[in-house]
């Protein structure tokens, strides 16, 4: 495997990295809004760094994945797009919860945007 060769599954990774910036967007707004972030390791980089640095541990976590579904897929690729399909798979589970909670606290008038 070299730098030189294409990704292998482009579309899913558009997809992953667009749910993971979609995700770092809605928890920073819920918790200006004054919620809560359930996930301790992303609470503990949100108190360290702020957005800043839950942005630089979703994306460490996004390109340690996207290397993993590489790497797996060069060596059997219907494993590696596999993982990639549940990497995309996974990642809506939040983003979707996070923007009906967002949605419904805007809804009734507990925060507003």
């Known amino acids: 495997m070299t730098l030189r060769e294409p990704i292998l599954f482009p579309r899913m990774y558009w997809a992953y990295i667009a749910l993971a910036a979609a995700d770092v967007l809605l928890t920073t707004m819920i ?4 919620g809560v972030e359930l996930n301790a390791i992303g ?25 993993i579904c590489e790497y797996t897929g ?3 690729e219907n494993a590696g797009r ?32």
Do not use: C, H, N, Q
């Not at 839950?54 to 290397?67: D, E, R, S």
């Not at 990639?84 to 983003?95: G, K």
């Open 43 to 67: 609470a503990a980089a949100f108190d360290w760094a702020g957005i800043t640095g839950a942005t630089f541990l979703k994306f460490a976590t996004v390109a340690i994945v996207l290397l």
């Open 31 to 34: 918790l200006k809004a004054g």
């Open 82 to 113: 596999a993982l990639a399909y549940i990497a995309v798979s996974v990642s809506v589970v939040p983003v979707t919860i996070g923007a009906m909670e967002l949605t419904d606290a805007v809804r009734y008038g507990l925060v507003s945007l």
């Open 74 to 76: 060069r060596l059997r």
